[in-house]
């Protein structure tokens, strides 16, 4: 497989030239947000007053991870968790919590908090080559949380081999600075290769929010909207539609059923009505199907043990419509086989077209107000 892509990529696949490096931005989200118990942790633990405080206050939630998880250099699962989340998982009493959020609030935040915080997003503009072929697909993989190499390189061989079978034009770019009008505009849909961490600026979060409005489609997957912590409600709200609530651990991966429910949907092409994989299945605090989204797969949960997790009604892959834009969230994705699985594969081809499709309004759409 290796050696078809290298043989046959000039033909297919784009060039992302990156120029010199620029500055880190100064538009990063958080970059001006008090301290609190609602921070990204890694924020706290970039300030020695606010880690000394958290230290004081509730030494216990260091503990309740291994200590490679509080890394304060992206990626870090440190930018992906809250106090507020990991006290829950230490029982630590609700009145010491607010009063670390009010010592914490008390910090002021310096010129050098708001350095620290904003380096681990980039404003670099990738100069892009794009050979014939349509749909023309950017494979986004910036990611400044959990970053699981295997999955990623998996997915990206995989998007990249339907890209070869289908005459597709494709480019992948890790940088933050991709998300300009000027170069979105290029592209029919973007794939976000479990993305993990909040990764974009300000200004790059309006450009990509405006790219998917006006009709650019959207395809991620997995641990694209996996984070524990999250910090751009129109992106898990309106755009995935749902919020993760975790996956079973004991055992991480199990076999399940997955049943299509959505056989007269284009992204249902081919499919059996149902087949048995195995993965990491997520669970999420709410439906997606309450919020607006049509759904393509279910988990059976008869077929494995989500324990606590269990929904009921667990969708795992659906569509949604924002603005003139496609939409679609698949959350099959942790274990690399599952790239190479040929129902999976089969799904994920119909939704980059899917998605990339500009011929015909999109099909189900979602007229909740944004965040």
């Known amino acids: 497989m290796q050696r078809v892509l290298a043989a046959t990529a000039a033909c297919v696949l784009g060039v992302l030239a990156t120029g010199a490096m620029a500055k880190a931005p100064t538009d990063c989200p958080l970059r001006d947000a008090p301290f ?6 890694v924020d706290l633990l970039l300030s ?22 509080f890394s304060t250099q992206a990626p870090t699962f440190a930018s992906i968790l809250t106090l507020q989340a990991l006290s829950k998982m230490k029982d630590i009493p609700a009145d010491r919590m607010a009063a670390l959020d009010a010592t914490l609030r008390a910090i002021p935040v310096t010129p050098a908090d708001k350095i620290a915080r904003c380096a681990r997003y980039d404003d670099d503009r990738p100069g892009v080559t794009l050979p014939k072929g349509k749909p023309r697909l950017l494979i986004f993989e910036k990611i400044t949380g959990f970053r699981d190499s295997p999955s990623v390189d ?6 990249q081999a339907m890209a070869q079978r289908k005459g597709w034009s494709v480019v992948v ?8 009008p ?18 974009l600026t300000l200004s790059q979060r309006a450009a990509f929010k405006s790219y998917v409005e006006q009709g650019g489609g959207f395809v991620a997957v997995h641990g694209s909207a996996g984070d524990p912590a999250t910090f751009w409600d129109w992106y898990v709200d309106m755009l ?5 609530a975790g996956h079973p651990m004991n ?20 499919l059996p009505g149902e087949w048995v994989m195995k993965d990491e299945w997520y669970s999420f605090t709410g439906n997606p199907r309450a919020s607006g989204s049509a759904i393509i797969a279910t988990l059976d949960e008869g077929s494995y043990k989500p324990g606590a997790l269990a929904m009921g009604d667990h969708p795992i892959a659906w569509t949604r419509c ?4 496609r939409a679609f969230y698949s959350a099959i994705g942790h274990r690399p086989e599952t790239y190479a699985d040929p129902h999976y594969v089969r799904m994920l081809e119909n939704a980059v077209a899917w998605a990339a499709s500009r011929r015909s309004p999109c099909p189900n759409p979602v007229t909740r107000p944004a965040d």
Do not use: C, H, Y
């Open 251 to 270: 055992p991480q991966f199990q076999d399940a059923k997955v049943v299509v429910e959505g056989r007269g949907q284009d992204i249902a092409a081919g």
């Open 173 to 180: 770019s890790d940088k933050g600075g991709a998300m300009t």
């Open 240 to 244: 995935v539609g749902a919020r993760f």
């Open 154 to 159: 998996a997915a990206r061989t995989a998007f």
């Open 48 to 69: 020695p007053p606010a880690k000394a405080a958290v230290e004081a206050g509730a030494p216990q939630v260091f503990a309740a991870l291994p200590p490679r998880f």
């Open 182 to 199: 000027s170069i979105l505009r290029r592209f029919d849909a973007v794939i976000w290769n479990n993305v993990s961490g909040d990764v």
């Open 322 to 325: 924002v603005g003139k834009g």
């Open 36 to 41: 609190s118990t609602q921070s990204p942790i």
